[in-house]
């Protein structure tokens, strides 16, 4: 599944430059995750970057956006050619 920035966001950006599939960026109010583009590190990291780095523990998993660990390599190969 994808995953998305909460309200409890900080706004320090330091998810951003994390992202292998540069899915993050700043919103209106807080950073913001293209669902499209996240693949949860799979293929690149053994968990996702953005929640590892996040210091307020912003960075969770979408339920609305369950994806199997073939869809996300899919779409890292979608998005990366690789």
Do not use: W
């Amino acid at each position: 599944m994808a995953y998305k920035i909460s309200e409890e966001c900080a706004s320090c950006g330091v998810c951003e430059s994390e992202c292998p599939n540069q899915a993050i960026s700043e919103g209106d109010e807080r950073y913001q995750i293209d669902p499209d583009r996240c693949t949860e590190c799979v293929g690149f990291y053994d968990e996702p970057q953005c929640a590892s780095v996040c210091p307020v523990e912003a960075c969770q998993p979408d339920p609305d956006r369950r994806e199997t660990k073939e869809e996300l390599l899919a779409k890292k190969k979608r998005l990366h050619g690789e």
